[in-house]
């Protein structure tokens, strides 16, 4: 999710633009979250084990 077309509450701007602190508080928020409330990191974690799984069920099948 992108804070991107949000409007801020509170000074009626974009969230993006942080020109209040409810704006830099969501704005923050918002990114620091990544994916879905995942963190960054984590989403890559998830990603490789995805992939290790797709190659070893591969393995299985062709073996
Ligand atoms: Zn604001």
Do not use: K
Request: aromatic fraction near 4%.
């Amino acid at each position: 999710m992108s804070c991107e077309h949000l409007v801020c509450a509170q000074c009626a701007h974009p969230v993006i633009e942080g020109r209040c602190p409810l704006c830099r508080a969501n704005r923050e928020r918002m990114h620091n979250h990544g994916f879905a409330g995942l963190s960054p990191a984590l989403v890559a974690v998830l990603l490789l084990v995805l992939l290790f799984a797709t190659l070893v069920l591969r393995h299985l099948v062709g073996a």
